[in-house]
């Protein structure tokens, strides 16, 4: 979704697209 750090990125790795 947005791109960046989300605060549980690690548990809800889902939530952000992040890399």
Same mark, same amino acid.
């Given at each position: 979704?947005? #791109? /960046?750090?989300?605060?549980?990125? #690690? #548990?809800? @790795?889902? @939530? !952000?697209? !992040? /890399?």
């Amino acid at each position: 979704m947005k #791109e /960046g750090i989300h605060p549980k990125y #690690e #548990e809800a @790795t889902f @939530t !952000c697209s !992040c /890399g």
